[in-house]
């Protein structure tokens, strides 16, 4: 086969219309093949050709025969040394870091590790047995496609409304899916679903890693799957188990025909991305890809002992950042995500790991350094999941200007709050009015709070509100797994005791954490599903659940159909008005031309609160949002004008007559909503009148919405 030395430049395979350019870094390595396969399960490969060029640590050789669709990989020779931190073994058939598409997934076997299975010496032995015939190969791909104009769609944080959701099982049911297409990056863009978003109203969703990953062999053993895919293997790499086209890297144009639809549907794309660590574990896992390539430079290893590995992320490994390699493999493939792939934006799983620069959590590392410099990756949505499992991982409020972060402040305390706790006003005004406290000290905005009740590590609502217990028997490992925080909570020790008033009480929790979430100043995040009660049976860990536990009953759309319609409400409301969807922090005083302050906090009785009652352990409270004093202007530089809404909260077990205020005579007050009565039920009190300074009968454990008229 004709060879000719090739660029550096770009890292990967890159087909330029009359041949194919390979590049690999590494920068421990004596000698790289490359390795060229007929097809997928291919043991021996047809073309083994050495790799003699070398240019700044990257290897690389230019291919002009070879077309997209070859199938690919590398064999890296050097020392196999783990207790100096290398791990070379040419008999394993590696995954390129860069490839864009791989065949299928890894096929466990014994093949896959670089030592012998059941050696006394452990991984300090060496196994020569080919895993060819068991490694996704790399797919050489042809990048074009016609996006007919299609753009990033930047939509202002402060209107955005993130639904956090799986590909594969939001569609996995559904009637109106085409069954082929289920689960699929296809099926997420069929006319149903586009149509269910849209009715809703978000604005965008947050997929769950898509980038291809490991299937861990303890799972596959008990006949699991890791379903949330937090084992990345290959960063630029569309995961081939959710695409309805599997053959010659069709993964790829259809994940692409997938954004350009649901951009024109007016919904962004977030990608959950896991580059923390990767599926390869700890010094006994497999030899995939990383390791086998350059040990030393991608991971992050102890340092007096680098056979071993630091562990920020609980997964085994911790990817080395600091090495400038690795940095850019991360940075290229976040711009290979925006430019090539048109995603709208990030949210990063245990980003603490990525901003250590030693052991410490640096907000000035260098990741963060060059996202800032950065001309494209600066310009989209950045989130950040602020912590890890390390020492002084917990950073929530601690990330740079630029980056917004899941607020695990308020999902602690609104639960805490609806749950009954006293004490907690205090905290509450800070989550309600957007967390100033956390991160209106850097300079932020409320639109740095990513406001979340549920997520998909944990409960969902409809369980959070009913089980007292995890349920995750089904996981395997004896119930032992998963968070049991916010447990024992859901209907309190003064709470009803009959089936219908606890089945009424459930409900009503459900509509006040959604009432709280989307109403609440920063960007909401719906948990998928839990519009529509969706269940996992308690269980607060389904990762490892590929089935009906995880998987949407589109069902719910007709049982539980006052419940979507009462978040429709919501997402209308906090379109609708820009006193709930503010850009800046409250300031607590008066704007120019308002008749009140732009905030205000009521006891029950009708006045602002003293000092003194903020600490009295109270559980109800109201909050006057006025709409003539929001101190914000439009594009056009008008004036932005609202109307002036009360908010009452009532955590309380029993009810409350809270008077509603009045700063004049003649205040009126509309109900909007009232979490003690169904949507249907709400239609009777809605529109109805109350004078300020006569009391509302606040019922326990109750949101709810006035409107000033």
């Not at 809270?658 to 949507?679: C, N, Q, Y």
Request: charged share 25%; glycine share 10%; with cysteine.
């Amino acid at each position: 086969m004709k060879m000719w030395p090739g660029r550096p430049y770009p890292l990967g395979a890159t087909w330029d219309g009359q041949g194919v350019n390979f590049a690999l870094f590494s920068e421990n390595a004596t000698n790289v093949d490359l390795c060229l396969f007929s097809h997928e399960l291919q043991e021996q490969e047809t073309h083994r050709i050495r790799i003699e060029e070398r240019t700044d640590q990257v290897w690389h050789v230019y291919l002009p025969e070879v077309r997209p669709g070859q199938f690919y990989g590398y064999r890296v020779h050097g020392p196999y040394a783990p207790e100096e931190g290398h791990r070379f073994n040419p008999s394993k058939l590696l995954i390129d870091p860069y490839a864009k598409a791989l065949t299928g997934v890894v096929k466990w076997s014994e093949a896959m590790f670089g030592y012998r299975i059941g050696d006394a010496r452990e991984d300090l032995s060496y196994d020569e047995k080919n895993n060819a015939a068991n490694i996704p190969k790399g797919i050489v791909i042809d990048q074009a496609f016609t996006w007919s104009g299609d753009r990033l769609l930047d939509v202002p944080w402060e209107q955005t409304i993130i639904y956090e959701v799986h590909v594969k099982g939001l569609t996995m049911r559904h009637p109106d899916v085409p069954e082929p297409l289920r689960g699929t990056y296809a099926g997420l863009a069929t006319p149903p679903i586009i149509e269910y978003f849209q009715s809703l109203g978000v604005t965008a969703i947050e997929l769950l890693p898509i980038h291809h990953f490991v299937n861990d062999n303890f799972l596959q053993e008990r006949g699991l799957t890791n379903y949330w895919g937090y084992n990345s293997i290959g960063f630029f790499a569309p995961d081939i188990r959710y695409s309805a086209y599997k053959d010659l890297g069709r993964k790829v144009y259809e994940f692409k025909t997938m954004v350009k639809t649901l951009h024109s549907a007016g919904i962004e794309v977030i990608l959950d991305v896991v580059y923390n660590h990767t599926g390869e574990g700890n010094h006994l896992g497999p030899t995939l890809s990383f390791r086998g390539i350059d040990n030393a430079s991608y991971y992050r290893l102890v340092p007096d002992t680098p056979r071993y590995y630091m562990d920020y992320t609980g997964c085994g490994n911790t990817l080395n950042v600091r090495h400038p390699r690795t940095l850019q493999l991360i940075m290229d493939s976040l711009r290979y995500w925006v430019c090539e792939m048109h995603v709208d934006g990030f949210r990063f799983d245990l980003a603490s790991a990525l901003a250590r620069e030693l052991h410490d959590v640096d907000r000035l590392s260098a990741f963060f350094d060059i996202i800032h410099q950065d001309p494209v990756l600066s310009q989209v949505k950045l989130i950040a999941e602020p912590w890890d499992l390390g020492e002084g991982g917990y950073q929530v409020g601690n990330f740079p200007p630029g980056w917004a972060e899941w607020n695990g402040k308020y999902r602690d305390d609104i639960r805490r709050y609806w749950k009954g706790d006293g004490g907690l006003l205090g905290e509450m005004a800070h989550r309600l009015s957007g967390s100033s406290d956390l991160y209106g000290a850097s300079g932020r905005q409320p639109y740095a709070s990513i406001n979340f009740v549920t997520a998909h590590d944990g409960f969902t609502l409809h369980d959070l509100v009913s089980y007292n217990h995890k349920h995750n028997d089904a996981n395997g490992e004896e119930n032992r797994d998963g968070s049991d925080d916010n447990l024992s909570w859901n209907c309190g020790v003064e709470g009803p005791t009959d089936d219908a008033a606890i089945y009424e009480l459930r409900e009503k929790q459900k509509r006040n954490f959604l009432a709280t979430l989307l109403l609440s100043q920063g960007v909401p995040m719906i948990c998928g599903g839990d519009e529509l009660g969706r269940t996992q049976g308690g269980n607060n860990n389904a990762y490892c659940q590929d089935n009906e536990i995880s998987w949407y009953d589109w069902n719910l759309l007709t049982s539980e159909h006052q419940l979507y319609e009462f978040t429709r409400l919501l997402i209308h409301l906090k379109k609708s008005h820009p006193v709930f969807r503010r850009r800046r922090f409250f300031q607590g005083r008066r704007i120019r031309g308002s008749e009140v302050k732009d905030l205000a906090w009521f006891g029950a009785h009708g006045k602002e609160m003293t000092d003194e009652e903020w600490g009295m352990g109270f559980r109800t409270i109201g909050i006057r949002l006025a709409g003539d004093a929001i101190g914000e202007k439009d594009v056009r530089g008008q004036a932005i004008v609202d109307d002036t809404f009360l908010v009452l909260l009532n955590a309380h077990h029993e009810d409350v007559l809270f008077t509603l205020p009045a700063h004049k005579k003649g205040i009126r007050w509309e109900i909007v909503f009232d979490t003690s009565f169904s949507l249907t039920q709400q239609s009777r009190k809605r529109r109805k009148l109350i004078k300020g300074g006569y009391p509302y009968a606040l019922g326990s454990r109750t949101f709810v919405l006035l409107r000033k008229r």
